[in-house]
């Protein structure tokens, strides 16, 4: 029997040289085949009983075939896969010029068979929260629900508390509504007088609506500077009666009480009611008609 080079021997049992060389568990069985002219079958039966036969998946062998037979369809292979985990980072709110993670997810995806819900899982667990500390993509789209929810509820949270949930969000083992829902005890712990309407779905920011209108207009200040953040506000927000009971305080003593504030008295509501006092005095003595 003719002497077999090494390239032959793995042809002769459907493989290359390359994955000879790459898997030397499997070389050296080849060698041992050859040797023994076993049949195709026997091979096959002997191979999977080796420990890389054991430890590597269908879809990881098929790889390992296509990685040491055919290096141009491999690169495509590799090239397309990289620009789509790219792609799947930039909608996630992942890095996407990171080339180690991109590598590492697509070789999950290529050796592992790990699908794109799979690595959303991933990205998301490793949201990346840029300048300003804020994330790009889908991510960014719901740390700005979350803000813009906390802001409606008249709640701050700090910025890793926000991102914390942004991930856990993205990897899908909470809910954005988990976090509103934290959100919604704040905002009912704030202002225990209206946790009726807050749990009945109302936002403080609608219920704080006719406060920061009447503080607007009485203070004479641009509505978009009065929010639920001003300690006026979150007085009467969290005010409690006479007899102790949280509520929020009566539109009419507010508005009275924003009268006694330093504030008022630069105003030109103030002034002209001073000036209404003086007039209606000066006619009480008969000095204008």
Do not use: C
């Not at 896969?81 to 909608?91: E, F, G, I, K, Y």
């Not at 070789?107 to 819900?117: N, P, T």
């Amino acid at each position: 029997m003719p002497t077999l080079s090494r390239e032959e021997m793995a042809e002769k049992y459907g493989y290359t040289l390359a994955f000879m060389n790459a898997y030397p568990e499997i070389g050296q069985l080849i060698e041992k085949a050859v040797k023994g002219d076993w049949t195709a079958d026997k091979f096959q039966a002997q191979l999977r009983n080796t420990n890389w036969w054991k430890s590597t998946s269908d879809q990881s062998r098929k790889m390992a075939a296509l990685w040491t037979s055919d290096p141009a369809e491999w690169a495509q292979l590799w090239n397309n896969t990289q620009h789509h985990v790219m792609n799947l980072l930039a909608a996630q709110g992942g890095d996407a010029g990171n080339w180690d993670t991109i590598n590492a997810l697509s070789s999950k995806i290529i050796w592992e068979s790990w699908d794109d819900e799979r690595i959303r899982t991933e990205i998301g667990s490793n949201v990346v929260f840029g300048s300003g500390g804020f994330a790009g993509g889908k991510a960014g789209e719901v740390q700005q629900e979350l803000n813009s929810y906390a802001y409606s509820m008249g709640v701050r949270n700090a910025d890793w508390w926000t991102q914390s949930a942004v991930r856990q969000i993205m990897a899908g083992s909470q809910t954005i509504e988990t976090y509103k829902g934290q959100m919604r005890d704040q905002a009912m712990a704030a202002f225990p007088g209206l946790s009726e309407q807050i749990k009945a779905g109302q936002t403080v920011q609608d219920l704080a609506q006719p406060y920061m209108q009447s503080m607007s207009q009485v203070l004479e200040i641009a509505p978009g500077q009065v929010n639920l953040f001003d300690p006026t506000i979150r007085n009467a927000l969290s005010f409690k009666d006479k007899s102790g009971v949280a509520t929020s305080k009566p539109l009419w003593q507010f508005q009275n009480d924003l009268r006694q504030d330093d504030r008022w008295r630069k105003t030109q509501n103030a002034q002209d009611s001073v000036m209404g006092a003086a007039h209606n005095i000066l006619q009480q003595f008969g000095i204008y008609s």
